[in-house]
Each structure stands twice: as C-alpha cells, then as structure tokens.
C-alpha cells in the first residue's frame, strides 16, 4: 500500500544546530506540504512543493527551508534551531489535479532546548 | 483569503449522544471542504470531503457532514457517540482555484463521558 512516512519521530537537539526532518511518499504525489502543528493555532503551513525542483514559502516559512530533488522526498530543514520551532511536524501529499486531498504522515516530534 | 472557523476547542459528549462539531469558513471561490480526524499521536486523517453535487457528505466511522452555503457551514455529525471517537477533528477549505493548498481551522477535541 502506498504511504507516507517521517523520520526520525522524535528528536530533541540543541538550539543553534542544524536540524533535518526527513518525509518519504510511495503515492507517487507531486504536491507535498510541510505544517507544524501547536496548541491554539492548528496547523500551519510552513512550505509546500508541487514538483521536483520546485519549492514555495507558506505562512511560517522563517527558519526553515526544503529542497524536492525527486518525486518521493521533501527533506525540512531547520537552519539554525530555535527553541520557538519546539513543534510537531507533519508532511502531507496530494495528487493534484484538483485533487486537494492531502494524506498526512506519523509526524515528527521535535524539541529545541 | 480563505479561513476556518471552528466553534469550541474542546467538546464532551456522553456515550451514545449525538456529536457535533462546527465549523464555518470564509472562501472566495466555491468551496471544498473537508474534515480531518487525528488520534492521539497519529497523524490526520481524512474523514469526508464536499466537491461539488450532493450536500450531505457521509465519511468513515459513521460521520456525516452537511454543506449549506446560506450559513457557510460544514457541520460534522455523528448520531451516536462511541468511546473510539475520541480524537481531534480539523476542518479545513481549499485556498483557491489552481492551488492545492489547504486552509486548516484550530481544531475541536471531543471527549467522550461512558
């Protein structure tokens, strides 16, 4: 079955070092999405790609950035971790073509001390 | 801009109760709706989706959904609760034609009482 899935799914890390979440899909999507997920805000679009070699900003995109170099991967990374980016991090994909059904991971955990 | 609104963030119901979630949203094109549920350290998932065509939704696990454009509504309902309900429920819109993105409410957290 297809699926996507997140590793690792929980890491804790110092502020200042360089963080990266890794998310994998076999739904052979070319739109993936990166939210983070915090108490009183829902979820909150961090960046989203809708093919390889293209990325996009969404609404809380400072301090992070994301790479698409194949279809399958869309790897986050935290350039400089703060303890304000202490979230839960979900990747989503969706088919496109009017599709909007996005399919969500396990999630990651991440804690900045 | 697209928004989500959902009314209460934490609602309890009793066992075999009827379940109500609302959710009310702002959209400048025609909307597609959905509903996501989230389990206790799972991610979402998909529960129902409105399109186009017929208004009342069914989903997974016995929800349903209705569609009503006069009140900008998507109420999610389920005729009686069960203890496996338990979780968090998002609504969410899609932001705008051509673009897949989607606009998530805060959530609601339903308590079920036994």
């Known amino acids: 079955d297809a699926e996507i899935t997140q590793s690792p799914r929980h890491k804790i890390t110092e502020t200042g070092r360089q963080v990266t979440l890794a998310c994998h899909q076999t739904w052979n999507h070319n739109n993936m999405f990166w939210y983070r997920q915090d108490l009183g805000h829902g979820l909150r679009l961090i960046h989203y790609s809708y093919g390889v070699q293209d990325t996009n900003k969404g609404e809380v995109s400072d301090g992070y950035s994301v790479s698409r170099s194949n279809t399958e991967d869309l790897p986050l990374t935290l350039e400089s971790a703060a303890s304000s980016q202490t979230s839960v991090y979900f990747c989503?994909?969706?088919?496109?073509?009017?599709?909007?059904?996005?399919?969500f991971g396990p999630g990651t955990r991440l804690t900045v001390l | 801009a697209q928004s989500v609104t959902q009314l209460g963030s934490h609602v309890s119901v009793s066992e075999g109760a009827l379940v109500l979630l609302r959710c009310n949203y702002s959209?400048?094109?025609?909307?597609?709706l959905f509903w996501y549920v989230q389990y206790p350290n799972q991610g979402l998932q998909l529960l129902l989706k409105y399109t186009t065509g017929a208004t009342l939704v069914k989903g997974i696990n016995g929800f349903e959904a209705e569609f009503k454009k006069s009140e900008t509504s998507f109420h999610l309902t389920k005729p009686s609760a069960h203890m496996s309900d338990a979780a968090e429920y998002f609504c969410a819109v899609r932001a705008s034609f051509g673009n897949e993105k989607l606009t998530f409410g805060t959530g609601t957290r339903l308590t079920i009482i036994p």
């Open positions: 989503a994909s969706s088919g496109g073509q009017g599709a909007y059904t996005q399919y």
């Open positions: 959209s400048s094109v025609p909307p597609y």
